[in-house]
Nanobody, 119 residues
Framework: QVQLVESGGGLVQTGGSLRLSCAAS????????MGWFRQAPGKEREFVGA????????TYADSVKGRFTISRDKAKNTGYLQMNSLKPEDTAAYYC????????????WGQGTQVTVSS
């Protein structure tokens, strides 16, 4: 079992930056990928991006490519979502999630953290 705890959300102005953290605990995360998702009120959950824990390969949604960067610190067992050039449409609850690379579905989810971008 993996537990994920997020932090770092808040209120920021358009064009600003925030960094979200996701601390993983429990079983080893080495064979997993960490994904980031977001959900705005009245909208479906949206994939933001993901990183493989061992190799550090990343993938991003087109809507955030070039603005958001996902990284991880294996020593701290923590993943990060660096968000730059934030726009009001980035306002959402952000969630980190863990997926065993042998599976397609994300099994572990954090509690979510709110990001609000004011215009």
């Amino acid at each position: 079992q993996v537990q994920l705890v997020e932090s770092g959300g808040g209120l920021v102005q358009t064009g600003g930056s925030l960094r979200l953290s996701c601390a993983a605990s429990g079983r080893t995360f080495s064979s997993h990928a960490m994904g980031w998702f977001r959900q705005a009120p009245g909208k479906e959950r949206e994939f933001v991006g993901a990183i493989t824990w061992r190799g550090g390969s990343t993938t991003y949604a087109d809507s955030v490519k070039g603005r958001f960067t996902i990284s991880r610190d294996k020593a701290k067992n923590t993943g990060y979502l660096q968000m730059n050039s934030l726009k009001p449409e980035d306002t959402a609850a952000y969630y980190c999630a863990g997926r065993d690379l042998a599976k397609r579905e994300y099994d572990y989810w954090g509690q979510g953290t709110q990001v609000t971008v004011s215009s």
